[in-house]
């Protein structure tokens, strides 16, 4: 999926998404298509030619679940004599949504977010959301060790 579908940053006109990507993420992304497609939020969902919608719900399902599964994995090394309920609740705080909301506006996600809701009108999970969509991007364009180590 080689395309792209915003304007350059939009906070700045000599930055594109892919450098401020470089600054947030570590590395270049190879498939920026999947980056833009994780910032359009439902409210601005865009029309494909084939008839599919365009919008950051898919990769934050994908996202959401990767986040998952890489908590999961880095808790059961940590923790060898710990139960399942202990390992259950570590994450369930890891990976609150109030936690990945405020890791997103640390790393400035909710500026990249395209939306047709008005600046005061933001959905409150929305920064979040895109976090988890941002993770599935990450997992696909780079893989399963790419993306557990930007999550680390």
């Not at 969902?45 to 919008?55: A, R, T, W």
Request: charged share 20%; aromatic share 10%; hydrophobic share 40%.
């Amino acid at each position: 999926m080689q395309f792209s579908l915003l304007q350059p940053f939009p906070n700045s006109a000599s930055k594109t998404l892919s450098a401020y990507l470089k600054k947030i993420l570590g590395f270049s992304p190879r498939n920026p298509g999947y980056y833009e497609i994780a910032f359009i939020h439902k409210s601005a969902s865009l029309n494909h030619s084939d008839g599919s919608v365009i919008n950051n719900e898919r990769l934050e399902y994908l996202g959401d679940a990767i986040l998952d599964a890489v908590v999961s994995d880095i808790l059961f090394t940590l923790f060898p004599g710990r139960d399942e309920g202990f390992l259950t609740r570590m994450r369930s705080r890891i990976v609150s949504r109030e936690k990945l909301n405020e890791l997103a506006l640390k790393l400035g996600v909710d500026q990249l977010i395209v939306s047709q809701t008005g600046s005061n009108q933001r959905i409150k999970n929305m920064p979040g959301n895109a976090m988890e969509a941002l993770i599935g991007a990450i997992y696909l364009d780079r893989g399963y060790y790419k993306t557990k180590r930007f999550i680390t």
